[in-house]
């Protein structure tokens, strides 16, 4: 294989971004290539694997050091996310993500202080999977939509209702649960719960097929009278909807970043395919087609990678990026997906085949335009602030 193509010097990054990306790049080449594909036959990631990345200190960027996070910033997330999409297997990318990124915020940001000693060193080591149920059958990017219901009871809450498209689902020790705690027509008094697993009245209804992502396990959830005390919820009564939207930069963020990462491998492989296969007497390379496509495609992943650390950054330094990151999201979703139809299109036949990477790659990249926040969701919210 080629080096890695793609800057890898912002004026953003400090040494420890570089240091960040060399400690991801020797992992997934000694850990996560030689053993994906059984990860794959299998469904999900082996725990572990996720406790070794605890041990290296990647399972919480900007968690405090006391918690066993590293203490760093968002540029931190970025690069992780990115280089996890590098792997080209999305399925192990996502179950980590949904891990640092989308499930365990909301312990570390909104948690007391009991609740934080109780489980986020557990997290952070990786001995505590994590997962967040928001998703419901008729609630996907529409909150106020949902209809799981959380009613208070003598010492806790009793929930009731189905998630769906969980990941991390099957396997996650504690998930992070949102539910109405209002009444009628009080759409978005939603609050947050943390549901250990084997709770009584908490059961993974079943484990779900998908196109790609095959080495995540996604599960359809289901809550019926399931008792969690008082000490299990998250911050406020009736703030979950805005933990959830303040979380959702974050999640948006590194979803872009994991995207971007897998069109650059792509373009990687596709660049190796290219430069050896003949066809009509000469190698692909040598068609001015095709590699002033993936030259263009290179200057498109590019242009969105300095939208993405620029983004990065100023959310680094708490500034307002939420119509930068619906446009990063709606992108990188796209861009990925443009990308790897050239890509697939380059390999021919060869990548239409089960068990070349492309293949496995553009099945994966497919739900990038869709999950997290759908393409259309997200330009909807840059068109609200136009």
Known sequence: ??????????PYFGVEHTMLRATLRRFIADRVAPAGE???????????????????????????????????????NAVLAEELGRSSYGGFAVTVLVHTDMASPHLYYAGDQEQLERWMRDITAGRTLTAIAMTEPDAGSDLAAMRSSARKTAGGYLINGTKTFIT???????????????????????????????????????????????????????????FVPDANLLGEEGRGFHQLVKNLQNERIVLAAQ???????????????????????????????????????????EAARALLFNTAWRDTRNENVIKEVSMLKALAGTLVNEVMYDCLQFHGGMGYMRGAMIERMSRDARVQAIGGGATEVMLEEVAKRL
Request: proline residues 4%; positive net charge.
């Open 259 to 301: 995207a971007l990462g897998e069109a650059m491998k792509g373009l990687e492989i596709t660049l190796d395919w290219v430069k050896q296969r003949r066809a009509f007497g000469t190698h692909l390379w040598d068609k001015q087609t095709i590699r002033q496509r993936l030259a263009m495609r290179l200057g498109q992943v």
């Open 38 to 76: 059984r990860w794959e036959e299998q469904g999900y990631v082996p725990r572990p694997i996720l406790m070794e990345m605890g041990a290296l200190g990647l399972l919480g960027m900007r968690y405090a050091p006391k918690f066993g996070g590293s203490g760093l910033d968002t540029l931190a």
């Open 1 to 10: 294989m080629s080096e890695p193509i793609g800057s890898e010097s912002f």
């Open 168 to 226: 991390n689902g099957v396997h996650a020790d504690l998930v992070f649960v949102a539910a109405k705690t209002g009444g009628p027509g009080r759409g978005r008094d939603i609050s947050m719960f943390a549901v250990e697993k084997g709770t009584p009245g908490f059961r993974v209804a079943r484990t779900l097929k998908k196109q790609g992502w095959l080495s995540s396990d996604t599960a359809e959830l289901v809550f019926e009278d399931c």
